[in-house]
C-alpha cells in the first residue's frame, strides 16, 4: 500500500517551508518515525519522520525547493522490500538510527566536499558558508564520510576553531556556487534562507505600514551596576545562575508598560486591542538569523527567573532547539545592540507589536550629579513606536519611566 509523504502542519501561521534536505532516497528502506527530511520555516526548523515504515518509492521535490502546508512530496510503500545493496557497497542496517537515517541523503548538489570526498548536503553546505568553517577540518559521521549538518554545527561550538584565519577557508567558500562580474572580479551567490526572506520581508511591510518614530534618552547605569556588584555573588549562591541586566531591563519595561498600556497594545483593523498580559520578546541572534523568543508573563517572573528564561531561549536560539510556541506572540520586544558595540540604533518594530525598546553599549561619560560632574557609566536607550496607537508624549514619558526606574532600582520593590 502506498503511502504518501505530507508536509504537516507546523504552525497555525505557517503556511509554507523549504526542504532543506532529504535524508532518504529512492529504494531506501526506512522506519516508523525515521527522520525523512529537514523543513525550515520563517519560524522553525525541524525533521519531519516517516508516517509509516516501508521503502521510498518516490521524491517529488528536491532538496531547497519550496513547499506548501499538505503537499504532497513523496511515496512510502509499506508493504514493498528494500533493493538489494550494490556490490561492495556497505550493507544497510534494517533499523536506522536518527544520525544514520539523515546521512541517506539524496544525490547533493555540487559544492565543497568533506570526509571520504563525499559533496555537502544543502543544510551542510549552508552551515559552512555562513560560519566560515573549512570542511577539510570536519570530521564526518554520515555514510562514507559525508558531513552532516550536526557535525558542522559540533565544529562551531569546538574550543579550537578559528576558522577566520584559515587561509583554506576562502577557497572552500568560494566553491559555494561561485560565479564572476562584468569586471572579472569574483563573487559568492547564495540563495536567502527562508528565515531570511521572511526577515526582509515582515521588515519592510512594518516600514510601508506603520508610522515609525524614534525617541531615545539616556540612564545613568551606576545604581544598578553598584546593586549587581553587591548582590552578585548572594544571587548565584541562592539561585545559581548570574544577575544580568536584562532582568532589570525586562522589569522596569514592565512598569512602563503598565502607566502606558498603548504601548502593550496593537492595531487590528479599526480597533485597538489592549493586552493586559506581558509576553515580551528579547531579540536574539542565532545562526540563522534574528530571532525573537518570547518570555511569557514575565510580569509574575522573578528576577531569577526572568535570567533563567531568557538564558534558556538564548541557549535555544544558538543550538537552533527553538519550538514555534517560544517564537509565537509577544506583547512587546526589548533587543540589546550594546552587546555588539552599538552606541545608538533606531531598531525597527516587531509587527503586529507597537513599539520595541533598544538597548546600547555602557560607556563612561562626564555627568552632572547635583552641582558637581562625575563620570558614570551612561546607556543611551531608544523606543521606535508606531505613532498611529502611540502618541509622542506617551512613547517620551515611557522611557522617562524606565530611567527613572533604572536610575532608583528600589522602585522595582515599591512599584512606584
Known amino acids: 500500500m502506498a503511502v504518501d509523504i505530507v508536509i504537516p502542519e507546523v504552525g497555525e501561521s505557517i503556511t509554507e517551508g523549504t526542504i532543506s534536505t532529504w535524508y532518504v532516497k529512492v529504494g531506501d528502506a526506512i522506519a516508523v518515525d525515521q527522520p525523512l527530511f529537514e523543513l525550515e520555516t520563517d519560524k522553525i526548523t525541524?525533521?519531519?519522520?516517516?508516517?509509516?515504515?516501508?521503502?521510498?518509492?518516490?521524491?517529488?521535490?528536491?532538496?531547497?525547493?519550496?513547499?506548501?502546508?499538505?503537499?504532497?512530496?513523496?511515496?512510502?510503500?509499506?508493504?514493498?522490500?528494500?533493493?538489494?545493496?550494490?556490490?561492495?557497497?556497505?550493507?544497510?542496517?534494517?533499523?536506522?538510527?536518527?544520525?544514520?537515517?539523515?546521512?541517506?541523503?539524496?544525490?547533493?548538489?555540487?559544492?565543497?566536499?568533506?570526509?571520504?570526498?563525499?559533496?555537502?548536503?544543502p543544510a551542510s553546505r549552508r552551515m559552512v558558508q555562513e560560519h566560515g568553517v573549512d570542511p577539510s577540518t570536519v570530521t564526518g559521521t554520515g555514510v562514507r564520510g559525508q558531513i552532516l549538518k550536526s557535525d558542522v554545527q559540533a565544529a562551531i561550538k569546538a574550543p579550537a576553531a578559528d576558522w577566520s584565519k584559515d587561509a583554506s577557508t576562502s577557497a572552500s567558500l568560494a566553491a559555494v556556487k561561485p560565479s564572476q562580474t562584468s569586471t572579472g572580479r569574483a563573487t559568492r551567490r547564495v540563495p536567502m534562507t527562508r528565515l531570511r526572506r521572511r526577515i526582509a520581508q515582515r521588515l519592510k511591510e512594518v516600514q510601508n505600514t506603520a508610522a515609525i518614530l524614534t525617541t531615545f534618552n539616556e540612564v545613568d547605569m551606576k545604581p544598578v551596576m553598584d546593586l549587581r556588584t553587591k548582590y552578585k555573588q548572594a544571587f548565584i549562591d541562592k539561585h545559581g545562575i548570574k544577575l544580568g541586566f536584562m532582568s532589570f531591563f525586562v522589569k522596569a519595561t514592565i512598569e512602563a508598560l503598565k502607566e502606558f498600556p498603548a504601548v502593550n497594545g496593537i492595531i487590528d483593523g479599526d480597533d485597538i486591542v489592549y493586552n493586559e498580559f506581558y509576553d515580551v520578546g528579547i531579540a536574539v541572534s542565532s545562526n540563522r538569523g534574528l530571532v525573537v523568543p518570547v518570555l511569557r508573563?514575565?510580569?509574575?517572573?522573578?528576577?531569577?527567573?526572568?535570567?533563567?528564561?531568557?538564558?534558556?531561549?538564548?541557549?535555544?536560539?544558538?543550538?537552533?532547539?527553538?519550538?514555534?510556541?517560544?517564537?509565537?506572540?509577544?506583547?512587546?520586544?526589548?533587543?540589546?545592540?550594546?552587546?555588539?558595540?552599538?552606541?545608538?540604533?533606531?531598531?525597527?518594530?516587531?509587527?503586529?507589536?507597537?513599539?520595541?525598546?533598544?538597548?546600547?553599549?555602557?560607556?563612561?561619560?562626564?555627568?552632572?550629579?547635583?552641582?558637581?560632574?562625575?563620570?558614570?557609566?551612561i546607556m543611551y536607550v531608544a523606543l521606535s513606536y508606531d505613532h498611529r496607537i502611540v502618541d509622542g508624549a506617551q512613547a517620551v514619558r515611557f522611557l522617562v519611566k524606565i530611567k527613572q526606574v533604572l536610575e532608583d532600582p528600589a522602585r522595582l520593590l515599591l512599584e512606584v
Open 46 to 121: 525541524t525533521d519531519v519522520p516517516s508516517p509509516v515504515g516501508g521503502v521510498v518509492t518516490a521524491l517529488t521535490v528536491g532538496d531547497g525547493e519550496d513547499v506548501m502546508i499538505g503537499a504532497v512530496v513523496g511515496t512510502i510503500d509499506e508493504t514493498a522490500e528494500a533493493a538489494a545493496p550494490a556490490e561492495k557497497a556497505p550493507e544497510a542496517p534494517t533499523k536506522a538510527a536518527p544520525k544514520e537515517a539523515a546521512a541517506k541523503a539524496a544525490p547533493a548538489a555540487s559544492g565543497p566536499k568533506g570526509g571520504g570526498d563525499m559533496p555537502l548536503p
Open 297 to 377: 508573563d514575565a510580569d509574575r517572573l522573578s528576577f531569577a527567573e526572568v535570567e533563567g528564561g531568557i538564558n534558556a531561549l538564548a541557549g535555544a536560539a544558538r543550538d537552533g532547539n527553538l519550538t514555534l510556541d517560544q517564537l509565537s506572540g509577544g506583547t512587546f520586544t526589548i533587543t540589546n545592540g550594546g552587546t555588539f558595540g552599538s552606541m545608538l540604533s533606531t531598531p525597527i518594530i516587531n509587527a503586529p507589536q507597537s513599539a520595541i525598546l533598544g538597548m546600547h553599549n555602557i560607556v563612561k561619560r562626564p555627568w552632572v550629579v547635583g552641582d558637581a560632574i562625575e563620570i558614570r557609566p
